[in-house]
T-cell receptor, first 109, second 113 residues
């Protein structure tokens, strides 16, 4: 059974810092990996999707990488801002998606 | 841009009432999902559907039921609400073709008194 782990569970950084969120999964037979953002009491917003044949995807200050063979993905956030404060969830594409528990990020002004 | 809608957004209801949470999408997606999430906690898949007349239970046992009579509509029903059902309910759907991106609705926050 696929298991997804996100480390750290919580992270607090000063504004402007670059940071990395980690996601690991146990079964490499996936068809994609998605990173989501969730603000308190809200739904999930898709940030980046990496197909199984890809190594990375970029959107603005966000860069996500995927290493299927080692069962790892990272989400890199450059020049963090207070507006980046949210919970970030990693989900691996089996059917249905399997979610990690998330990393709660606080960016302090 | 994903078009997936949930109503109501907030609901406060008394114990024993029957409730239906609505979810609809206009993207023609075959696959739809319901998740339950307590505040600050992880997502739990409670139901999913891969098309009309197809429904499956998810990882978390739930007293709710679902139906899928039309592609665009995936309602969730609680026959008799209890305080333990107080939670946020999130609906999602995913693309029919690779890379099968998944999109979420805004959620329904349910409080049972």
């Amino acid at each position: 059974k696929q298991e997804v782990t996100q480390i750290p569970a919580a992270l607090s950084v000063p504004e402007g810092e670059n940071l990395v969120l980690n996601c690991s999964f146990t079964d490499s037979a996936i068809y994609n990996l998605q990173w989501f953002r969730q603000d308190p009491g809200k739904g999930l917003t898709s940030l980046l999707l990496i197909q199984s044949s890809q190594r990375e995807q970029t959107s603005g200050r966000l860069n996500a990488s995927l290493d299927k063979s080692s069962g790892r993905s990272t989400l890199y956030i450059a020049a963090s801002q207070p507006g980046d404060s949210a919970t970030y969830l990693c989900a691996v594409g089996n059917t249905p998606l399997v979610f990690g528990k998330g990393t709660r990020l606080s960016v302090i002004a | 841009e994903a078009d997936i809608y949930q109503t109501p957004r907030y609901l406060v209801i008394g114990t024993g009432k029957k409730i239906t949470l609505e979810c609809s999408q206009t993207m023609g997606h075959d696959k739809m999902y319901w998740y339950q999430q307590d505040p600050g906690m992880e997502l739990h898949l409670i139901h999913y559907s891969y098309g009309v007349n197809s429904t499956e239970k998810g990882d978390l046992s739930s007293e709710s039921t679902v139906s899928r009579i039309r592609t665009e509509h995936f309602p969730l029903t609680l026959e008799s609400a209890r305080p333990s059902h107080t939670s946020q309910y999130l609906c999602a759907s995913s693309d029919n073709v690779d890379p099968y991106e998944q999109y979420f609705g805004p959620g329904t926050r349910l409080t049972v008194t």
